[in-house]
């Protein structure tokens, strides 16, 4: 079975940084596109960024700002966020797919907060 399981949220300071990182579990995920998103309160969930080994596109909202990567070691995948502004509060999740109508798996997400 797929899972996927996020951390690394919490409460930063506008201009900070955060390492969100999302476990896979029960499958491989090399071959698959795996996508961040998140969503913030009284929003629709909003595409962040689509991750393979081979590329890596993110929404304009991030680009610039955000990276996400991975350590196949672990089967863990990272979204880094620099910059952080309050307008990137949200719950962020990980999901294989990047395609928010034919994601395979959602992971629980994870609560960034960025004040100021």
């Known amino acids: 079975e797929m899972q996927l399981v996020e951390s690394g949220g919490g409460l930063v300071q506008a201009g900070g940084s955060l390492r969100l990182s999302c476990a896979a579990s029960?499958?491989?995920?090399?071959?698959?596109?795996i996508g961040w998103f998140r969503q913030a309160p009284g929003k629709e969930r909003e595409w962040v960024a689509c991750f393979d080994e081979s590329n890596t596109d993110y929404s304009l909202s991030v680009k610039g700002r955000f990276a996400a990567s991975s350590n196949r070691g672990i089967n863990t995948l990272y979204l880094t966020m620099n910059s952080l502004k309050p307008e990137d509060t949200a719950v962020y999740y990980c999901?294989?797919?990047?395609?928010?109508?034919?994601?395979?798996?959602w992971g629980r997400g994870t609560q960034v907060t960025v004040s100021g």
């Open positions: 999901a294989v797919g990047c395609n928010s109508v034919a994601v395979l798996t």
């Open positions: 029960g499958f491989d995920y090399d071959g698959y596109a």
